[in-house]
């Protein structure tokens, strides 16, 4: 099982490596790939040494698997040729969520939808993944008729940059602006750039990919995306309005059920999900459960996860388990 890791020297590239490591992966070969500027550097995965490759030869070297996570542009131009020659890709980028012909996936909710066939699988975005795993379940049972949701968003979303950007602000130093203001003691409205409705990309991909993961396009969902200066995750703020009528205490049940889904909801005690206490794990967290006591069939829910885990690397590497522990690589 030959693997091919596209991006292996960024933030998620990093990331993906160590999951594939801490889960016992079955590859037989680790092909490296990164820009041109870390061609020939190494990489130390498990004990051996590997040295970066061009794109260009990592498509000759034909992977098996190819796990993408090095930007959008990379991925529209690259994905393909390396399906071409026989290796199925999964791409962390946006540029082929929506496609129409791609699938979204969230393992432990829609994996059963791939086969063979799927040379490129898009890999939902991060503060959609810890969501959909909590909303899931209980859509299943209750149906969800409508969503408001706040994101309170890692600047590890958007990259180095940005950490080196609140690093210097902290240090009281003058540096590379990630953002358009200042991060540290700050909250920027603001995450990726707006669309012409005045919403956020971010915001319109809660939107959009959570109705194509659960396929439902019926869920009305309106979102406020907000970079915080955190760096162990992705906290969520999340309103469901349902179809049906729920017992309030069903509701942590279901969760606790929920593969890869920990429930922290007692107040009593202040237990509640935070991000410095997901960072570094796979499991979304979900906390702070209430009805809604404004409106009919409504709920509040609290969800935290470390948005470079499952909200990118895992849910990449958890794809490519699945794959082949059904036969449906080569």
């Known amino acids: 099982m030959k693997?091919?890791?596209?991006?292996?020297?960024?933030?998620?590239?990093?990331?993906?490596?160590?999951?594939?490591?801490?889960?016992?992966?079955?590859?037989?070969?680790?092909?490296?790939?990164?820009?041109?500027?870390?061609?020939?550097?190494?990489?130390?995965?498990?004990?051996?040494?590997?040295?970066?490759?061009?794109?260009?030869?990592?498509?000759?070297?034909?992977?098996?698997?190819?796990?993408?996570?090095?930007?959008g542009e990379t991925s529209l131009k690259w994905a393909p040729k390396f399906a071409e020659v026989g290796t199925t890709v999964i791409d962390n980028s946006s540029a082929w969520r929506m496609d129409a012909s791609k699938k979204l996936i969230v393992p432990e909710i829609n994996a059963d939808s791939l086969t063979k066939d799927d040379k490129i699988i898009a890999n939902p975005n991060c503060s959609t993944i810890q969501m959909v795993m909590a909303l899931a379940p209980l859509h299943k049972k209750y149906g969800i008729k409508r969503l408001v949701i706040s994101t309170y968003q890692s600047i590890t979303g958007t990259g180095v940059k940005a950490v080196q950007q609140l690093e210097n602000e902290y240090k009281g130093q003058k540096g590379e602006m990630a953002y358009h203001y200042p991060i540290h003691r700050n909250a920027i409205p603001a995450c990726d750039i707006f669309e012409e409705n005045d919403y956020t990309k971010e915001e319109m991909k809660l939107v959009r990919e959570t109705q194509k993961i659960l396929d439902?396009?019926?869920?009305?969902?309106?979102?406020?995306?907000?970079?915080?200066?955190?760096?162990?995750?992705?906290?969520?703020?999340?309103?469901?309005?349902?179809?049906?009528?729920?017992?309030?205490?069903?509701?942590?049940?279901?969760?606790?059920?929920?593969?890869?889904?920990?429930?922290?909801?007692?107040t009593a005690t202040n237990t509640y999900p935070m991000p410095i206490y997901a960072q570094g794990k796979d499991d979304v967290f979900v906390g702070r459960i209430r009805r809604d006591l404004s409106q009919p069939n409504s709920l509040n829910l609290w969800v935290v996860a470390d948005n470079l885990r499952k909200g990118a690397a895992t849910n990449t590497v958890q794809i490519a388990e699945y794959l082949i522990a059904n036969n449906l690589v080569g």
């Open 216 to 266: 439902d396009r019926s869920i009305a969902i309106t979102a406020t995306a907000v970079r915080i200066p955190v760096v162990g995750g992705h906290s969520e703020s999340i309103n469901i309005e349902f179809e049906k009528e729920f017992t309030l205490a069903d509701i942590p049940k279901i969760l606790h059920d929920t593969p890869g889904v920990t429930v922290q909801d007692n």
């Open 3 to 71: 693997i091919a890791v596209v991006g292996a020297t960024g933030m998620v590239g990093t990331v993906m490596l160590e999951c594939l490591a801490e889960r016992n992966f079955p590859l037989t070969e680790l092909v490296p790939v990164a820009s041109k500027k870390s061609v020939g550097k190494s990489i130390g995965f498990k004990g051996k040494e590997y040295n970066v490759v061009s794109l260009e030869t990592a498509v000759q070297l034909k992977p098996d698997l190819a796990l993408f996570s090095a930007g």
